[in-house]
Antibody, heavy 120, light 110 residues
Framework: QPQLQESGPGLVKPSETLSLTCTVS??????????WGWIRQSPGKGLEWLGT???????YYNPSLSGRVTISADTSKGQVSLRLTSVTAADTATYFC????????????WGQGTTVIVSS | QSALTQPASVSGSPGQSITISCTGS?????????VSWYQQHPGKAPQLMIY???KRPSGVSNRFSGSKSDNTASLTISGLQAEDEADYYC??????????FGGGTKLTVL
């Protein structure tokens, strides 16, 4: 069972780019049985899927984010990264990374989450 | 992509059974047998409770079960325990390698 740990700045200014990293320990991003997703939760609100990185290097995103999100992976470091451009206060949230096995459709292992506040 | 619809809150007494609904559309819940359910305690990360509609991961109590009818999925918790008090979220595959979550349901054990 891998462990996932999100990291990044806790404060981002409006209109700037939010960048977060998910480090996977006790596991490999290149294991072809898994995908890696990002999900966020705004204060007091529900979960929102942001996107998923596939072993084949394909990536799929939530269309509601209008092309502001990019997910990439550095397999040598065991890391999956999230970039969200042109942030506003609405992007203030706790951001989670999570594992998605290829053999079933769900997020089975989650990081503890990292909180990002967008404010000047 | 619209969020799946869940009741804001449900409640039950210890030992009772409760059901949480999750309503989507023919584009998500109604078209795929890929609904998952997550339990989230305050300040914690979500935990997978049900996947592929009605399957339990190893270690999840058999008091938790899932089902689906048309565009609505359901999570049933039987033999309610105090530790079940948490927020519950459904999630469905929505086509095109995308996923959509429900708005969440707060379960109160009376």
């Amino acid at each position: 069972q891998p462990q996932l740990q999100e990291s990044g700045p806790g404060l981002v200014k409006p209109s700037e780019t939010l960048s977060l990293t998910c480090t996977v320990s006790r596991g490999s991003l290149r294991i072809s049985n898994f995908r890696w997703g990002w999900i966020r939760q705004s204060p007091g609100k529900g979960l929102e899927w942001l996107g998923t990185f596939y072993y084949s290097d394909n990536t799929y995103y939530n269309p509601s984010l209008s092309g502001r999100v990019t997910i990439s992976a550095d397999t040598s470091k065991g890391q999956v990264s999230l970039r969200l451009t042109s942030v506003t206060a609405a992007d203030t949230a706790t951001y989670f990374c999570a594992r998605q096995p290829n053999i079933f459709e769900a997020f089975d292992v989650w990081g503890q989450g990292t909180t990002v506040i967008v404010s000047s | 992509q619209s969020a799946l619809t869940q009741p804001a809150s449900v409640s039950g007494s210890p030992g009772q059974s409760i059901t949480i609904s999750c309503t989507g559309s023919r584009s998500d819940v109604g078209n795929y047998n890929f609904v998952s359910w997550y339990q989230q305690h305050p300040g914690k990360a979500p935990q997978l409770m049900i996947y592929d509609g009605n399957k339990r991961p190893s270690g999840v109590s058999n008091r938790f079960s899932g089902s689906k009818s048309d565009n609505t999925a359901s999570l049933t918790i039987s033999g309610l325990q105090a530790e079940d008090e948490a927020d519950y979220y459904c999630c469905s595959h929505a086509g095109g390698n995308t996923w959509v979550f429900g708005g969440g349901t707060k379960l109160t054990v009376l």
